[in-house]
């Protein structure tokens, strides 16, 4: 079985400070993980994904996120917060990138304050 | 390419009632998943179409079902609808190629059920 936990519902970050929005998970197979991010009245856009090649992953806008397996984190990050960054951010695990189901954290809402 | 659409955008019903809503995949892509997104949540996966048939299924009951056409476009029905089942409907399309492969979402159906 697989499932994600998103720390903190909601995170409040001025211009410019830095990002952490934190996933842990859980899986009885190597996952693959993934953060999505979804504006206002739109379907979910893909950050990053994890698929074991590289356990630092490099996506975009900035974001990167790096995968801990001893401590079953994936924790996203971005060096510089920007207004446009608010949004709401899913973490989610799937036991391949595209043919199986992908199981979704509760989300994480950024505040970004000027 | 128009990228994954959906159709409705919005949808108003009332109890006990019957939906169909509607999912063309991205171009290249064969495997049609759908998801409901309650207020507040993360997306929770109803099933997932190839070849034309249901291949995996989530914790939904019988009332969900769906259907895919030779062309890869999906159909997502709901019958005897439920104040509950107001939610964002989202359509993900994704390949079974397992080098390239990626989910990508629509914008999703509003349903409300009154």
């Known amino acids: 079985a697989q499932s994600v936990t998103q720390l903190g519902s909601h995170v409040s970050v001025s211009e410019g400070a830095l990002v952490l929005l934190r996933c842990n998970y859980s899986s009885s197979v190597p996952p693959y993980l993934f953060w999505y991010v979804q504006y206002p009245n739109q379907g979910l856009q893909l950050l990053l994904k994890?698929?074991?090649?590289?356990?630092l992953v490099k996506g975009i806008n900035g974001f990167e996120a790096e995968f801990k397996k001893s401590e079953t984190s994936f924790h996203l990050t971005k060096p510089s917060a920007h207004m446009s960054d608010a949004a709401e951010y899913f973490c989610?695990?799937?036991?391949?990138?595209?043919?199986?189901?992908?199981?979704f954290g509760a989300g994480t809402r950024l505040f970004v304050k000027a | 390419d128009a990228g994954v659409t959906q159709s409705p955008t919005h949808l108003i019903k009332t109890r006990g009632q019957q939906v169909t809503l509607r999912c063309s995949p991205k171009s290249g892509h064969d495997t049609v998943s759908w998801y409901q997104q309650a207020l507040g949540q993360g997306p929770q996966f109803i099933f997932q179409?190839?070849?034309?048939?249901?291949?995996q299924r989530g914790n939904f009951p019988d009332r969900f079902s769906g259907h895919q056409f030779p062309n890869y476009s999906s159909e997502l029905n709901v019958n005897a609808l439920l104040l509950g089942d107001s939610a964002l409907y989202l359509c993900?399309?994704?390949?079974?190629?397992?080098?390239?492969?990626?989910?990508?979402f629509g914008p999703g159906t509003r349903l409300t059920v009154l």
């Open positions: 994890y698929t074991s090649a590289a356990t």
């Open positions: 179409y190839y070849e034309e048939e249901e291949r």
């Open positions: 989610a695990v799937s036991r391949n990138t595209g043919g199986f189901k992908t199981i």
């Open positions: 993900a399309s994704s390949t079974r190629d397992r080098v390239r492969n990626e989910q990508f």
